[in-house]
Every structure is written in structure tokens, then in C-alpha cells.
């Protein structure tokens, strides 16, 4: 097999982008809160940090709060309405509390949401890095929002600019133009704002965010067709991004960022990326300096579930040093 192992435990800024986040060790339960309830058995071990975190959009994301009781709590907007959902893994079993509007649609989808349609089974390691970190994460299923505007206008916000600048605009933009999450959820999440909302952001709005004209743009041609989008999470992965890069300035980058949350889709690879060519060319045959076509012929025994196994590598921590700065962070709101 190819590939080495590094058997190196420590979170890194690769292991974050691969979707953990930290969930605190569950507490016993709280008395109920008023929310509509269910209770949910997974079909195998199920990591809530893993599963859910490629939804949260930096630490401060208005969207996604996780509390020291052991809670992951997500505020969205749903064809039904704004919704805010918790959930807590305890016992073997996931236990979710929804309010607002679209909190029946939220508990109808939650096994979705935790991976039910994923099968993690069909996935075969081909390099023993992978396999070791497919063994050390074994709650890892992929999520399926059923959701495309809400991972599709933060996708498009991280275009061709560092994670810190996107994160900032979508939390300044939620928080400003969205509404309050329903239910007694922690303080200042907030659900984002519906299509018209986002249609009726002033420019000057956008160039405080630091947003550029030109993404910008591409969210108001978005949203202008909002239900065509949603149409696409219930169509087949590839059928989805294609029906997304209809839309000019949504290219493979975008569309794979979003299908991989909003379909579950575990073969949508993230092609055009700065950095992941090199951390998976790193990772399976020593080339740091791999370009898209060497990350795709590396991952092609993983074909069908080529993202998957790209997390896993991203989990593993094993990156190349850093040979150069960091990208500079620019704030256009300041110009």
C-alpha cells in the first residue's frame, strides 16, 4: 500500500477543515424546554462532531452553537420556515429538540442530518494512512441537509479569499440581516436571511463585509432563482452541481463545496482549491506540489467516494510544512 502513517493525534487547521468541531462530553438531560421532541437511534457509531461539522462556517457562526452540556445546536432556514434545532448523542441514541416554524421539517430530516442515508460501509481504505484514520473515526457519516441556499451563499463567499475574511462576512451578514433563532438557544445565533432578504442588501452593505462586486453578484443571481436552487437537493449529485453552474461565477469549486452538505454527496471532490491538492499529494506519495489532475488520479481508487476519503485525509493531520506566509487578509469595508 502507499502512503505512510503518521500517527500523530493533534488537531490542526486540516483536521478543522475537514469538518470536527469539539463537542463537549454530554451531561444528563435537561428538563424539556417547550420544543417539539424525538429521539433517534443511529444505525452505527455516530460522531456528532464530525458528522455536523462541516456545517459550521468558523467559531463564531451565528448558525452553529455547541454548549458545554454536550449539545450541538443549528438555526436554519427551512422550506417551512426559521427553525432551530439541538441535539445531544446520549446512551447510544441522539436526542433532538426543535422550535420555530420549521421545526416539525427540522425532526423529520434528522436522520438525514446525521448521516442515515450515508453508507459508510462501501468505502474501502487503499492507503494505510487512510485506514488508520477510517479506524480512529468511526462516527464519521456524511450530513445531508436537503438545504442549498444555506451552504451555497457561504461557499460563495470563501471565493479566492481567506477563511477568516469569509467567515466574517457571513457572520456580520447573517447577524445584520437575518432573524433571531426561535427557542431558548444560546445567545446571538440567528437564522439567515430568506432570498429576498439577501436580494435587498444595499451594495454598501456588502463592501462593509468586505464582499467584492463580483461575489456579490453571483449570491443576487443565486437567489433570484432560490427555488430552482433547492430544487437541487433532491436531485443526484452531479445533476445538482450542474444545475448550480448554470449560474455564472458557480464553478466546480462551489457547487462541490455546497453538494457535499446539502446532498451528502461522497464523491463530490473539491477540484480548484488551493491547498487540497498539495495535502492529499503530501499525504498518499510525498508531492507537496501536486495540482488537481495528480489529486485525482491519486484518489481514483476511491472513486464514488473520493470526498470521503479527502476528509480522512484531512482528519489525519498529516500536511505538508509551510513553505511560504500565510495569504494576507484584505478588508475591501476599509477601502
Request: proline content about 10%; some cysteine; overall charge positive.
Amino acid at each position: 500500500m502507499a502512503g505512510r502513517f503518521d500517527p500523530r493525534p493533534a488537531v490542526t487547521r486540516t483536521t478543522v477543515r475537514g469538518g470536527e468541531v469539539a463537542v463537549p462530553a454530554p451531561r444528563p438531560a435537561a428538563a424539556p424546554s417547550g420544543g417539539r421532541e424525538r429521539r433517534y437511534v443511529p444505525p452505527g457509531p455516530l460522531d456528532l462532531g464530525l458528522v455536523l461539522g462541516p456545517l459550521r462556517r468558523g467559531p463564531a457562526d451565528p448558525m452553529f452553537r455547541t454548549t458545554p452540556d454536550g449539545s450541538v445546536w443549528r438555526a436554519t432556514r427551512t422550506p417551512a420556515g426559521a427553525g432551530t434545532l439541538r441535539v445531544a448523542a446520549r446512551d447510544g441514541a441522539v436526542h433532538a429538540e426543535a422550535w420555530g416554524a420549521g421545526a416539525d421539517w427540522l425532526l423529520d430530516q434528522l436522520p438525514a442530518l446525521l448521516g442515515e442515508s450515508d453508507d459508510p460501509d462501501a468505502f474501502e481504505p487503499r492507503h494505510r494512512l487512510v485506514a488508520a484514520t477510517h479506524r480512529r473515526r468511526p462516527g464519521l457519516r456524511l450530513t445531508r441537509t436537503g438545504l442549498v441556499l444555506e451552504s451555497l451563499i457561504p461557499s460563495i463567499l470563501e471565493q479566492k479569499v481567506t477563511t477568516d475574511e469569509a467567515y466574517r462576512a457571513w457572520r456580520l451578514l447573517v447577524r445584520k440581516y437575518g432573524e433571531p433563532a426561535p427557542g431558548p438557544c444560546p445567545d446571538r445565533m440567528s437564522v439567515m436571511p430568506d432570498a429576498r432578504t439577501w436580494a435587498m442588501i444595499p451594495s454598501w452593505e456588502w463592501h462593509r463585509a468586505g464582499v467584492d462586486d463580483k461575489r456579490a453578484a453571483t449570491i443576487l443571481r443565486a437567489v433570484r432563482v432560490a427555488r430552482r436552487m433547492e430544487e437541487a437537493a433532491a436531485m443526484t449529485p452531479e445533476a445538482a452541481m450542474a444545475r448550480l453552474e448554470l449560474i455564472p461565477g458557480i464553478g466546480p469549486w462551489t457547487s462541490a463545496e455546497t453538494v457535499q452538505r446539502s446532498n451528502g454527496a461522497p464523491d463530490a471532490i473539491t477540484v480548484g482549491d488551493l491547498h487540497l491538492p498539495g495535502i492529499v499529494g503530501h499525504a498518499l506519495a510525498d508531492d507537496r506540489d501536486a495540482d488537481d489532475a495528480t489529486m485525482l488520479e491519486l484518489l481514483a481508487p476511491y472513486a464514488g467516494q473520493r470526498h470521503r476519503a479527502a476528509r480522512l485525509i484531512l482528519l489525519s493531520g498529516r500536511v505538508p510544512a509551510r513553505r511560504q506566509p500565510r495569504m494576507p487578509r484584505g478588508d475591501i469595508g476599509k477601502l
